[in-house]
């Protein structure tokens, strides 16, 4: 079980790059170069919503309802991509648990 990277092109005004990898443990860490940012929280801890042709991902590595929470927006297409690979991520960890 190893860990998922990914690369997408954020759909901001900018051209940003977000690096992404998800972690088997239940973690994402995400590097956007262009500003020298880096976002790390569990993957309880995003979430996806729809906004207009885009979806928005939203990262809280704080906790629920605070004001730190990060927005990316990703193409339907990358964010489907990426819903896909943190589903096969985590299914894979409980596979794992459950044969242990």
Do not use: W
């Not at 976002?39 to 004001?67: A, P």
Request: glycine letters at 4%; a negative charge.
């Amino acid at each position: 079980m190893l860990a998922r990277k990914r690369s997408y092109t954020l759909k901001s005004g900018d051209t940003l790059h977000a690096n992404i990898i998800i972690n088997p443990c239940g973690t994402i860490e995400i590097d956007i170069p262009e500003r020298h940012q880096h976002i790390s929280s569990e993957l309880e801890r995003i979430h996806f919503k729809l906004s207009g042709q885009d979806v928005l991902l939203v990262c809280n590595d704080k906790g629920c309802g605070s004001i730190d929470d990060v927005c990316l927006h990703l193409s339907r297409r990358d964010a489907f991509d990426l819903n896909t690979v943190i589903d096969d991520v985590i299914k894979e960890y409980e596979e794992l648990m459950s044969d242990l």
